[in-house]
């Protein structure tokens, strides 16, 4: 399930959606135009959904050097020129809730398309 609610639009959130491992990870508006740009991976544009289809369901590695980045992937069918997978890079950590206690804070900060053999 996706979540898209006026409270994420303020926060600048695009959407929201569970891992397989139940954390919530978001992506921004801003990314999604960092990602979409013509300079970077412009082939995204048209693959939104896919994006949310890695994060829900795909592999996910820890960095070995920076352990709160992770690297999720998921193979499809359907991608531009020879690519076989999305990946996506996100950040995990937390944020200051209101309250003072510790609050989950994982967002994508780049996608694109690779061919994996």
């Avoid at 082939?43 to 592999?59: C, F, P, V, W």
Wanted: aromatic letters at 10%; hydrophobic letters at 30%.
């Amino acid at each position: 399930m996706v979540r898209r609610d006026k409270d994420m639009r303020a926060s600048g959130r695009r959407w929201t959606v569970r891992d397989r491992y139940s954390n919530e990870v978001y992506l921004t508006h801003e990314r999604w135009e960092h990602i979409t740009d013509s300079i970077n991976h412009p082939e995204m544009a048209a693959y939104e959904e896919h994006l949310q289809d890695t994060i829900r369901s795909g592999e996910r590695r820890q960095d070995a050097l920076q352990p709160q980045k992770y690297r999720y992937m998921k193979a499809f069918d359907d991608l531009a020129a020879e690519n076989t997978h999305v990946v996506a890079i996100v950040l995990c950590g937390f944020s200051e809730g209101q309250d003072g206690k510790p609050l989950p804070n994982n967002y994508i900060v780049t996608a694109y398309q690779q061919e994996i053999g």
